[in-house]
């Protein structure tokens, strides 16, 4: 449906469903999803999408049920700026222990043009997994930063930063030896330049830290 601009707040609406279902080459059902959904478009270029439905999936020789809700929105409330938030409530499989949980999962993210040349790209992860007696599995946070600067059409020059902390209910977990809490960093400073549409050449540098039970502190693992 069309709004009208002078009348109504909103520009467009949507509604649809999202279906579909996978198999393995012997006709055994991995994945089939239904998701009934709702859209609408508004001011400042706003975008808003919800929706939910069924999902079963095959894990571990296990065929698990589930119902869950999600959301995205978006609004670019100035030139060159956009702001997301994606997110998901109800029922997820938790995969280390093979059995059925409750998640909730956050992700907004900010992306900045600054001018013609900079970007500034934030997002982060928030992912809660809960079990249905209502004890917490982990809580794990991710955030991920990206500078990038363009030179030109050709070339660019990008720093990374990804950080990750997740902390765990070891008591839940099937692998008694899972550790409690883990924290990494990762970096990475690359340089590229297209000489035409099928040759890229790259150039960089990249190091990952992490830091448990075992470590007191980052500790670096790779460069």
Known sequence: WHGDVERQWWNQLRAGVDAGQTHDISGQLLVR???PMFSFSGPLQ???EIGAGPRTEL?????????????????RPRSGLSITL???VGEQIDYANARLADQVRLQPQIDWNVNRHFLVRLRHTADRLTSQE???????????LRLTWQFNLRSFLRLTLQRQDVDRN???YRLQSTAPTTSTLA???????????????FAGYSDNHIEHDLTPNLER???
């Open 33 to 35: 999803y239904v998701e």
């Open 46 to 48: 706003s975008f808003v």
């Open 59 to 75: 894990w571990e020789g296990q065929t698990f049920g589930m119902h869950a809700a999600f959301l995205f929105a978006q609004v």
């Open 86 to 88: 994606r997110a998901r």
């Open 134 to 144: 209502g004890h917490e599995v982990f809580d794990a946070k991710l955030t991920d």
């Open 170 to 172: 070891v008591a839940l």
């Open 187 to 201: 970096s990475q400073l690359l340089y590229s330049y297209k000489v035409n549409p099928q040759t890229v050449f």
């Open 221 to 223: 693992t790779d460069r």
